[in-house]
């Protein structure tokens, strides 16, 4: 009976280290051969595995395209700009001092092809370029060469030269004109907007969307669907609206900033340009599978404050914002009235010039089914 009791509590032990051995993997870590015992075939799927180079290549995808093309540009201009002073053009390897030491002659010398100046906006888009050069994978640089002190030689150097250019007459910034009421008018009336059409159709929608929502161009247009916006009804009013209800990345929006600041497109009742009425139209005809500055100048024309036209808009700062409040042509003469009136030059109840008349469309030309055959 002795022999049997010693003899069980051996078995006991056997078998509890033969389990130890099995869990042993797991204790260690060692997700392969554990997952090849069957232990971590649950776990092993819950985490991905990304090396340094996903890493860095996920930052590249989520880089603006014309974010990539400046910085390439630049850094390329900057590597030919060393080359020619007989430097090592591997600038991403120079240290903060080193840096500082070159860029303050670079600043000042940098010119175009033909030997002539940039404008200021253009050597500021130079320097922005180098310093998400210089951030962006392989270099992955912390310093900053706009704000950190360890440049400050260099930044003074950058606003010498942004003063030389400005006195050379280099400081002027072309902005796109905002497309004036009567234009708008012409749009609206003629063929290429009409709704009866295909293309027609196809291009009121496109401009509604890109005027009432103050989109930047063309930006992300080809990415939205049906889904990117909704139909909606104000429950105190009644009024029908369009609302864009997917978040995307923009140019003032990138991927650690959440979009929660758009406009909407409201219904025009009674009228024949709708866009709601033109939305719904065009959405139903599909598979079931300059404007942006024109949209906040006519927002700030209709008194709304800065805070309520960067909601729609999207800005973060009444300075970015002010690029997009144009004068237009209308509102340059009614300004002019009061000047021409303290000279005695027109009667003070002037407050316009008459509109030319605007034609719907413009005559199409005769079109012949072929060519009148030559005469022997």
Same mark, same amino acid.
Do not use: W
């Given at each position: ?8 509590? $051996?078995?006991?032990?056997? =078998? ?7 869990? $042993? ?7 392969? =051969? %554990? ?15 990304? /090396? ?26 900057? &590597? ?14 120079? /240290?903060?001092?080193?840096?500082? =030491? ?21 050597? $500021?888009?130079? +320097?922005?370029? #180098? ?22 030689? %260099?930044?003074? @150097?950058?606003?010498?030269? !942004? ?18 009421? @009567? ?13 009866? /059409?295909?293309?027609? #159709? ?9 005027? *009432?929502?103050?989109? +930047?161009?063309? $930006? ?47 219904? %025009? ?13 065009? /959405? ?7 404007? !942006? ?17 960067? *909601? ?13 409040? +144009? ?6 003469? =009614?300004?002019?009235?009061? #000047? ?8 003070? !109840? ?9 034609? @719907? ?6 079109? &012949? ?8």
């Amino acid at each position: 009976m002795l022999n049997d009791h010693f003899s069980e509590l $051996e078995n006991i032990r056997t =078998e509890n280290t033969e389990k130890t051995k099995k869990i $042993e993997p797991i204790v260690k870590d060692d997700s392969r =051969e %554990a997952e090849s015992q069957g232990y971590l075939s649950v776990k092993s799927k819950r985490f991905g595995t990304s /090396t340094r180079q996903d890493i860095d290549d996920k930052r590249r995808t989520f880089t603006p395209t014309r974010h990539k093309k400046s910085n390439t540009l630049s850094a390329k201009l900057f &590597r030919e700009y060393l080359t020619s002073k007989n430097h090592d053009a591997d600038f991403g390897s120079f /240290t903060t001092q080193r840096l500082d =030491e070159a860029l303050p002659h670079f600043y000042l010398d940098v010119r175009k092809m033909d030997g002539s100046m940039y404008k200021t906006s253009s050597l $500021e888009s130079i +320097r922005h370029g #180098l310093n998400r050069h210089l951030k962006a994978p392989p270099n992955n640089k912390v310093f900053d060469i706009i704000k950190d002190a360890a440049f400050r030689y %260099a930044n003074m @150097s950058f606003d010498a030269a !942004r003063a030389e250019l400005k006195q050379a007459g280099k400081g002027n910034v072309q902005h796109y004109p905002i497309i004036q009421e @009567s234009d708008r008018e012409k749009l609206y009336k003629s063929v290429y907007f009409s709704t009866h /059409t295909p293309t027609g #159709l196809f291009n009121k929608v496109q401009y509604d969307i890109r005027l *009432y929502f103050c989109r +930047r161009g063309a $930006e992300n247009m080809h990415t939205m669907t049906k889904s990117t916006f909704a139909l909606k009804t104000d429950p105190d009013t009644g009024m029908r609206y369009i609302e864009k209800i997917l978040d995307e990345l923009t140019k003032n929006h990138r991927g650690n900033d959440k979009e929660t600041t758009s406009g909407v497109m409201p219904e %025009a009742t009674g009228s024949m340009y709708c866009p709601v009425d033109s939305f719904i139209k065009y /959405t139903d005809k599909l598979h079931p599978d300059c404007d !942006r500055a024109t949209g906040a100048s006519i927002l700030s024309k209709n008194k709304l404050n800065d805070a309520q036209i960067m *909601y729609v808009t999207g800005h973060k700062s009444v300075q970015s914002l002010s690029v997009y409040q +144009r004068v237009d042509t209308q509102e340059k003469l =009614e300004m002019g009235q009061p #000047l021409g009136v303290t000279m005695g030059a027109v009667p003070a !109840r002037i407050e316009a010039f008459p509109a030319p008349p605007i034609r @719907s469309a413009l005559p199409a030309p005769p079109i &012949r089914s072929a060519l009148p055959a030559p005469s022997y």
